[in-house]
Nanobody, 122 residues
Framework: QVQLVESGGGLVQAGGSLRLSCAASGRTFSSVALGWFRRAPGKEREFVAAISGTGTYSDYADSVKGRFTISRDNAKNTAYLQMNSLKPEDPAVYYC???????????????WGQGTQVTISS
């Protein structure tokens, strides 16, 4: 089990950028694949991006591909989501999640952070 805390959310203009951070503790960080998810009000949580335990592989939802970049620094026990060219449909609470394996995947996440709010101004 890994404990995760997100930060970096806030208000940003459409077309702007934000970088979210996910600080981890507990289980060996490199032993778990990481994912970013988001949930808008009244909507189901959706997959955004994922990265393997070593950072070798990454995966993105079609809606963010080419705009968002997931990365991790295992020496610092921290993962990141760089969000560029933000669109009006991107506002949501963003969650960092840890899988129970180092292999990348879009499901079976056992650990979740508390979320950080991303708001887009028009």
């Amino acid at each position: 089990q890994v404990q995760l805390v997100e930060s970096g959310g806030g208000l940003v203009q459409a077309g702007g950028s934000l970088r979210l951070s996910c600080a981890a503790s507990g289980r060996t960080f490199s032993s778990v694949a990481l994912g970013w998810f988001r949930r808008a009000p009244g909507k189901e949580r959706e997959f955004v991006a994922a990265i393997s335990g070593t950072g070798t592989y990454s995966d993105y939802a079609d809606s963010v591909k080419g705009r968002f970049t997931i990365s991790r620094d295992n020496a610092k026990n921290t993962a990141y989501l760089q969000m560029n060219s933000l669109k009006p449909e991107d506002p949501a609470v963003y969650y960092c999640a840890g899988r129970r394996w180092a292999v990348i995947g879009r499901s079976d996440f056992a650990s979740w952070g508390q979320g950080t709010q991303v708001t887009i101004s028009s």
